[in-house]
C-alpha cells in the first residue's frame, strides 16, 4: 500500500524559508516521477513542481522558478520542497504526489497517489 506523508509546513513571515518533507511508502521515489502542487484556499490545486525518475531533470510553475527548489534523498525515499523567499501568495496546502507512468506533467491527472498534505502559511 502506497502512501506519502508530507511534512514541514507552518507558518513563516514573507521573505522567510520552509523545506517541505515528502516521505514515501510502498513505492520508491526514484522510479517514479514525483510531483508537489499546491491549493490556497477557495482556488484550485495547481502545480508547483516536478522532479523527473532519474532525479536529472526538475520543472518549476513561473510563479516559484528561482524561489523553490525541489531535490531527493533516495536512501530516505523522500522527496522535498525548498521553499526560499516566501510570499504571501504561497500560503496554500501543499501535496506530494507520485506518477507512475512518468509522464513528468503537470496535470494532476497524470499523478496516481497523493498525501493529505501540509499547510504552509506566509504572513506579511
Known amino acids: 500500500q502506497v502512501h506519502l506523508v508530507e511534512s514541514g509546513g507552518g507558518l513563516v513571515q514573507a521573505g522567510g524559508s520552509l523545506r517541505l518533507s515528502c516521505a514515501a511508502s510502498?513505492?520508491?521515489?526514484?522510479?517514479?516521477?514525483m510531483g508537489w502542487f499546491r491549493q490556497a484556499p477557495g482556488k484550485a490545486r495547481e502545480f508547483v513542481g516536478r522532479?523527473?525518475?532519474?532525479?536529472?531533470?526538475?520543472y518549476y510553475a513561473d510563479s516559484v522558478k528561482g524561489r523553490f527548489t525541489i531535490s531527493r534523498d533516495n536512501a530516505k525515499n523522500t522527496v522535498y520542497l525548498q521553499m526560499n523567499s516566501l510570499k504571501p501568495e504561497d500560503t496554500a496546502v501543499y501535496y506530494c504526489?507520485?506518477?507512475?507512468?512518468?509522464?513528468?506533467?503537470?496535470?494532476?491527472?497524470?499523478?496516481?497517489?497523493w498525501g493529505q498534505g501540509t499547510q504552509v502559511t506566509v504572513s506579511s
Open positions: 504526489a507520485a506518477d507512475p507512468n512518468r509522464y513528468g506533467g503537470t496535470r494532476e491527472g497524470s499523478y496516481d497517489y
Open positions: 510502498g513505492l520508491t521515489v526514484s522510479s517514479y516521477d
Open positions: 522532479i523527473k525518475w532519474s532525479g536529472i531533470s526538475t
